[in-house]
């Protein structure tokens, strides 16, 4: 039940020139469902890999068992500071869930909608003017999803380069670099916690630090960490979609004309290729000693639920490996299961439709650029960079 195996540096895995991280991790479905990795390493300890989908929903819908609370700034903090609701369990999460579902429900992302749209749009003409061929990384994906993220935080979009780089070091700096990089969120969304008290603004942080949760006040940690929550959780992981989304169109020109003419189906085709390219792993570390299907599993065990690999199980998608942008009944887990699935996946669902659809509108017939290939990579946060797009004449 060992196996030389990481996200990190195994096959498929390093960054490479038309990679492809999901469909390598497909592979695992032909050995054991659960097996142990010493080699993939999370914070220097290796991990309980679940393979299979419906083990992967035990897992994670099992809280009391397999805590969401990893920890994951004590290190560069130096100290303990919770992503909420993230790395609360139950029977305390359900506050802090209930008090921020209204703030990510259907009704309020409907509201965002026409902003929303309005930024897409502005970034793509704004594309289409240069000329023939763009960077969609760097010039749409990450502008457009820091300054969704910007305008739910009520902050000014002048703000969104500075973001940009924050978030890059974030995810794909140097040890020193990620430390550094949360270091200075914390400080932000501290700087920002003392202003919203100082001066209530109509934002998500002025309502965090105005709520109340079990009838007493938040307080600064609390506020702070679901603000780190909302920049970790929403702008890597959309950017990263929607660069694998749209290298999977430029592949695949027939299905861009497809939904091109049925703009109707944009909404399963988000659903699919979430299915098909999801980013995240989902980490959990054993609170207990316990037994799993036979498997002696102790305290403190990390426990890796990767979202690729259950979307990929051929006892619950037809054809797995095969992408069918109208594929019904898509029970994915891109945003996660049980108590802790992602709770911006509404507001994260309408960002991939709306860049899907007002690329394919704005943008004719588009392709890879000849002789450059996206480079991939795996990680805690599997990504895509250089993706180079080009329709018509040869770009820039």
Not at 5 to 12: A, D, E, L, Q, W
Not at 16 to 37: C, E, I, K
Not at 204 to 210: L, R
Not at 225 to 240: H, I, N, P, R, Y
Request: proline share 7%; hydrophobic share 40%.
């Amino acid at each position: 039940m060992v196996k030389d195996f990481s996200y990190f540096t195994g096959p498929g895995m390093c960054p490479m020139r038309g990679g492809d991280p999901q469909g390598a991790l497909a592979a695992l479905h032909d050995g054991p469902p659960v097996f142990y990795a010493p080699n993939n390493t999370y914070d220097g300890y290796g991990t309980w890999v679940f393979v299979r989908a419906e083990d992967q929903r035990r897992v994670l819908q099992d809280a009391e068992t397999f805590s969401s609370h990893r920890k994951i700034f004590e290190k560069a903090l130096g100290y303990d500071l919770p992503t909420i609701p993230l790395e609360v369990d139950p029977p305390e999460h359900g506050a802090y869930r209930s008090l921020l579902n209204p703030l990510l429900s259907p009704k309020r992302v409907m509201a965002m909608e026409a902003a929303n749209r309005a930024r897409a749009v502005e970034l793509i003409e704004g594309i289409k003017a240069r000329g023939n061929d763009c960077e969609v990384m760097n010039e749409f994906a990450f502008p457009f999803a820091v300054g969704v993220f910007l305008e739910f935080l009520g902050l000014p979009q002048s703000r969104r380069e500075e973001f940009l780089g924050w978030a890059d070091k974030q995810f794909h700096g140097t040890p020193e670099e990620r430390g550094e990089a949360i270091r200075t969120v914390i400080a932000f969304m501290q700087e920002l916690v003392d202003l919203r008290r100082r001066e209530p603004a109509e934002d998500f942080m002025t309502f965090v630090v105005q709520a109340k949760v079990d009838g007493r006040e938040m307080t600064d940690k609390e506020a702070v960490g679901m603000g780190a929550l909302l920049f970790v959780a929403g702008l890597d992981t959309v950017a990263a979609a929607i660069g694998f989304d749209f290298r999977y169109l430029a592949e695949n020109p027939e299905q861009q004309e497809k939904l091109r003419a049925e703009p109707q189906g944009v909404v399963l085709a988000v659903e699919e290729l979430l299915r098909a390219f999801p980013t995240v792993i989902m980490t959990r570390i054993a609170s207990r000693d316990t037994e799993y299907d036979g498997i002696k599993i102790k305290a403190g065990d990390r426990i890796s639920c990767p979202s690729m690999v259950a979307n990929r199980d051929p006892q619950e998608f037809p054809d797995p490996n095969t992408i069918d942008l109208a594929r019904p009944n898509n029970r994915h887990v891109a945003f996660a299961y049980g108590p802790h699935r992602c709770l911006g996946s509404h507001l994260a669902r309408r960002e991939l439709a709306i860049a899907m659809e007002e690329w394919l509108k704005r943008i004719p017939t588009f392709r890879l650029k000849d002789g450059v290939a996206p480079t991939t990579y795996g990680g805690h946060v599997f990504g895509i960079e250089d993706v180079r797009l080009a329709w018509g004449a040869a770009g820039r």
